[in-house]
C-alpha cells in the first residue's frame, strides 16, 4: 500500500508497513536463509565425498550436511506454506 506524504510542498511517495509487505519480507528471509542453508549442505556434502579428511572428521561433516539439508527443506516449506 503507497501512501502520499507532502511535506514542505514536495509530494513524497511512501510504502507503508503493513502486513502484507511484513509476510513477503519474512518469506523473503525464509527463501534466502534455506537457500543459504541448502549452500552449506552441499559444501557440507562435498567435504564429506570428495575431500578425504582423516578420523572423526567425516562424520562430523555428513552431520552438518544432514541437518543443514533439513534445515534448508523445513525452511523452504515453510515460506511456500505463507506464500498465498
Known amino acids: 500500500m503507497k501512501t502520499n506524504l507532502v511535506a514542505n510542498g514536495r509530494e513524497h ?8 509487505t511484513a509476510r513477503d519480507s519474512r ?6 536463509l ?6 552449506l549442505s552441499y559444501v557440507a556434502a ?5 575431500v578425504e579428511p582423516a578420523g572423526i572428521c567425516r562424520y ?5 550436511c ?6 534448508a527443506v523445513f525452511l523452504i516449506a515453510s515460506a511456500c506454506r505463507n506464500f498465498r
Do not use: D, K, N, R
Open 66 to 71: 544432514i541437518a543443514t539439508f533439513g534445515v
Open 27 to 32: 518469506i523473503l528471509i525464509e527463501i534466502f
Open 13 to 20: 511517495t511512501h510504502l507503508a508497513q503493513s502486513p502484507e
Open 46 to 50: 562435498v567435504m564429506t565425498t570428495v
Open 34 to 39: 534455506g537457500t543459504l542453508a541448502g549452500i
Open 60 to 64: 562430523v561433516w555428513l552431520g552438518i
